[in-house]
């Protein structure tokens, strides 16, 4: 069971930017591929980036357009998000989440965190 723990969140000016941390606890880290959802209030939760177990291989949504970037330090059994460039339309709730794989990133993820919450003002 692996448990996973958001922190970094907050309120932010547009232009902005913030760095959120993922922390992994109860498996070993490497075995999972990490990925960083949103959602916004009436929206569906959406990908924002995967990154496979070494952080080798990424994947980021088209709408960030190089904004974001995401990194792992699999000795810490951390992951991150770094956030540049804040928009108003960015305001959500971010989640981590692992699957289990060598993938960069996956239709389903068995593990999620609770979520931290991002609004950026305009």
């Known amino acids: 069971q692996v448990q996973l723990v958001e922190s970094g969140g907050g309120l932010v000016q547009a232009g902005g930017s913030l760095r959120l941390s993922c922390a992994a606890s109860?498996?070993?880290?490497?075995?999972?591929?990490m990925g960083w959802f949103r959602q916004a209030p009436g929206k569906e939760r959406e990908l924002v980036v995967g990154?496979?177990?070494?952080?080798?291989?990424?994947y980021y949504a088209d709408f960030l357009k190089g904004r974001f970037t995401v990194s792992r330090d699999n000795a810490k059994s951390t992951v991150h998000l770094q956030m540049n460039s804040l928009k108003p339309e960015d305001t959500a709730v971010y989640y981590c989440?692992?699957?289990?794989?060598?993938?960069?990133?996956?239709?389903?993820?068995?593990?999620w965190g609770q979520g931290t919450q991002v609004t950026v003002s305009s």
């Open positions: 989440a692992a699957q289990r794989g060598r993938g960069t990133y996956y239709d389903y993820y068995e593990y």
């Open positions: 109860g498996g070993t880290f490497s075995d999972y591929a």
């Open positions: 990154i496979n177990w070494s952080g080798g291989s990424t």
